[in-house]
C-alpha cells in the first residue's frame, strides 16, 4: 500500500500550545494535502503542498514538505479547543491518481 | 443545503442484504470517489469515477459496485453484505484538473451489518 503514515497517533496538549503532526510516506508524490475530520464527520481540506514546495502557510497551519525524507509535518499554532479533531495526510502521486489517505492523527486540545 | 448529499445517514441491516448507498452533488465536480472508513485504519479508496460511465477499482473494492448515472450521481452497492463491511463510508467529489486537488466530502453514511 501507497498509504501515508501519520505520526503520532495521538496528541493531547494545552490550549495555547502548539500541535505538530507528521507524516511519511512511500513513493514520489505530485501534491500532499492535509484534511481534518470533526468526530464522525466528513473531512474537510485544510492545506496542499505541491512537490517543488517546501513550505506553505494558512492562517495558524504551517505546513513543511521535504521530498528527499518523503515527509512533511503539519503545525498548528496557539491551538485552541476547537482544533479538536482527527487530521489526516493524503498524498497525489501522480495527475490522475486518486488521493491516498494516511491512518490520522487524533488531536485533543485542552481547555 | 450541502454539496454533497449521502443518503442514507445510517442504516443498519443484515447479513446478506444488498444495500445501496447514494451520492449526489451540486458542486459541478466530474470526478466523484467511494472511500470507506475503518477505526485505526484511516481512509480507503473503494471506487472512482471521472465521469460518467467511467468506472475505477481502488484498493479494497471487492464485495462492492458502483453507478454513475449522471455527473452528479454517484451510488455504491453492496451486493451481499457482510459484517466486516460495517464502517463509515464517505462520497467525496474533485474538479478534473492538474491544479485543482482538493476533495470535497459527504457527511459519511454509517453502515451497520449484523
Known amino acids: 500500500s501507497q498509504q501515508g503514515e501519520e505520526d503520532p497517533q495521538a496528541l493531547s496538549i494545552q490550549e495555547g500550545e502548539n500541535a505538530t503532526m507528521n507524516c511519511s510516506y512511500k513513493?514520489?508524490?505530485?501534491?500532499l494535502q492535509w484534511y481534518r475530520q470533526n468526530s464522525g464527520r466528513g473531512l474537510v481540506h485544510l492545506i496542499l503542498?505541491?512537490?517543488?514546495?517546501r513550505e506553505k502557510h494558512s492562517g495558524r497551519l504551517r505546513v513543511t514538505l521535504d521530498t528527499s525524507k518523503k515527509s512533511s509535518s503539519l503545525l498548528i499554532t496557539a491551538s485552541r479547543a476547537a482544533d479538536t479533531a482527527s487530521y489526516f495526510c493524503a498524498t497525489v502521486h501522480s495527475g490522475n491518481t486518486p488521493l491516498v489517505f494516511g491512518k490520522g492523527t487524533r488531536l485533543s486540545v485542552i481547555a | 443545503d450541502a454539496d454533497v448529499t449521502q443518503t442514507p445517514r445510517n442504516r443498519i441491516t443484515k447479513t446478506g442484504k444488498r444495500i445501496m448507498l447514494e451520492c449526489s452533488q451540486t458542486k459541478g465536480h466530474d470526478r466523484m470517489y467511494w472511500y470507506r472508513q475503518d477505526p485505526g485504519l484511516g481512509l480507503r479508496l473503494i471506487y472512482y469515477s471521472f465521469d460518467v460511465k467511467d468506472i475505477n477499482k481502488g484498493e479494497i473494492s471487492d464485495g462492492y459496485s458502483v453507478s454513475r448515472q449522471a455527473q452528479a450521481k454517484f451510488s455504491l452497492s453492496l451486493e451481499s453484505a457482510i459484517p466486516n463491511q460495517t464502517a463509515l463510508y464517505f462520497c467525496a467529489t474533485k474538479e478534473s484538473g492538474a491544479n485543482t486537488g482538493e476533495l470535497f466530502f459527504g457527511e459519511g453514511s454509517r453502515l451497520t451489518v449484523l
Open positions: 503542498i505541491r512537490s517543488n514546495e
Open positions: 513513493t514520489s508524490i505530485n501534491n
